[in-house]
Nanobody
Framework: EVQLQASGGGLVQTGGSLRLSCAAP????????IGWFRQAPGKEREGVSC????????YYADSVKGRFTISSDNAKNTVYLQMNSLKPEDTAVYYC?????????????????WGQGTQVTVSS
């Protein structure tokens, strides 16, 4: 079973930056899509960004385009989410997930494996 480890969350002020990491020790991301999702209290889980490890294609939610950047280091089996110009509305628990089909999608039900989540809090 794939074990994903999300890290890098924290507390930042509006306009600040954080970089989230999603690692899978002992597992290679080849042919998988890795997605970042977030869930704020009282809200549904939403797809933020995802990347195909095979061809590098990416997806960004409209709310984060131009501010967040997803990247993959296949040698380290790690996917990063660089988050810049953070806003209070970005506050949520962020999860990474793996989709073995490799298709870039923002639908949570497409993903089979999930990490434990990391809290991101943006203060105003």
């Amino acid at each position: 079973e794939v074990q994903l480890q999300a890290s890098g969350g924290g507390l930042v002020q509006t306009g600040g930056s954080l970089r989230l990491s999603c690692a899978a020790p002992g597992f290679t991301f080849d042919d998988y899509a890795i997605g970042w999702f977030r869930q704020a209290p009282g809200k549904e889980r939403e797809g933020v960004s995802c990347i195909s490890s095979s061809d590098g294609s990416t997806y960004y939610a409209d709310s984060v385009k131009g501010r967040f950047t997803i990247s993959s280091d296949n040698a380290k089996n790690t996917v990063y989410l660089q988050m810049n110009s953070l806003k209070p509305e970005d506050t949520a628990v962020y999860y990474c997930a793996a989709d073995p089909t490799g298709w870039v999608t923002a639908e949570p039900y497409e993903y089979d494996y999930w990490g434990q989540g990391t809290q991101v809090t943006v203060s105003s």
